[in-house]
T-cell receptor, first 115, second 115 residues
Framework: GAGVSQSPSNKVTEKGKDVELRCDPI?????LYWYRQRLGQGLEFLIY????????KSGLPSDRFSAERTGESVSTLTIQRTQQEDSAVYLC?????????????FGEGSRLTVL | AQSVTQLGSHVSVSEGALVLLRCNYS??????LFWYVQYPNQGLQLLLK??????LVKGINGFEAEFKKSETSFHLTKPSAHMSDAAEYFC?????????????FGRGTSLIVHP
């Protein structure tokens, strides 16, 4: 597709369940980012990938969060044993490469609700 | 670490009035600065960016922003608001102290436009 695609667009789950969120970046974009947007708050950086590597995982909120990227394309963000505070919109973005002047292209987000 | 402060979580203007959304950043080196807009249920899209060229930057939809180093500010303006400008606006900084290439976003400002 022409833009960043995320799925599911909405996910409602019960506390304690695992969830997987998927991101398809723009073809050819080597850099991929995950942010979290809680209601009424700004974007919280979670993790980025350069190719298939994630050099810095310190932004992940806890060890229940993990992410991977394969084929320098699709990325999956996994949240294990979900908690109510995990409820948020998870945004994925991609860019041609990691450089500080580059524009990020965002998907529409995956809205996660943990009951 | 780089950071961004957006003054005012909500700004309300009348249609046709001046729009002013404030953004201040912290950095000890020249940063790269961005404004993104998020319409309801959509991902963020780039409005404009400053990358050390002209200090007055023009973006899409009639918006512009001026980089003022002495004030560490990058305020977003538009001479005449339109109903379609109602959205969430995010200021972001990258490449600041510490050399982070990952954009840091502000908490966002919701622009409300009254008829």
């Amino acid at each position: 597709g022409a833009g960043v695609s995320q799925s599911p667009s909405n996910k409602v789950t019960e506390k304690g369940k695992d969830v997987e969120l998927r991101c398809d970046p723009i073809s050819g974009h080597t850099a991929l980012y995950w942010y979290r947007q809680r209601l009424g708050q700004g974007l919280e950086f979670l993790i980025y990938f350069q190719g298939n590597s994630a050099p810095d995982k310190s932004g992940l909120p806890s060890d229940r969060f993990s992410a991977e990227r394969t084929g320098e394309s699709v990325s999956t963000l996994t949240i294990q044993r979900t908690q109510q505070e995990d409820s948020a919109v998870y945004l994925c973005a991609s860019s041609l490469e990691i450089r500080n002047t580059g524009e990020l292209f965002f998907g529409e987000g995956s809205r996660l609700t943990v009951l | 670490a780089q950071s961004v402060t957006q003054l005012g979580s909500h700004v309300s203007v009348s249609e046709g009035a001046l729009v002013l959304l404030r953004c201040n950043y912290s950095s000890s080196v020249p940063p790269y600065l961005f404004w993104y807009v998020q319409y309801p249920n959509q991902g963020l899209q780039l409005l404009l960016k400053y990358t050390s060229a002209a200090t007055l930057v023009k973006g899409i939809n009639g918006f512009e922003a001026e980089f003022k180093k002495s004030e560490t500010s990058f305020h977003l303006t538009k001479p005449s608001a339109h109903m379609s400008d109602a959205a969430e606006y995010f200021c972001a900084v990258s490449g600041a102290a510490g050399g982070s290439y990952i954009p840091t976003f502000g908490r966002g400002t919701s622009l409300i436009v009254h008829p």
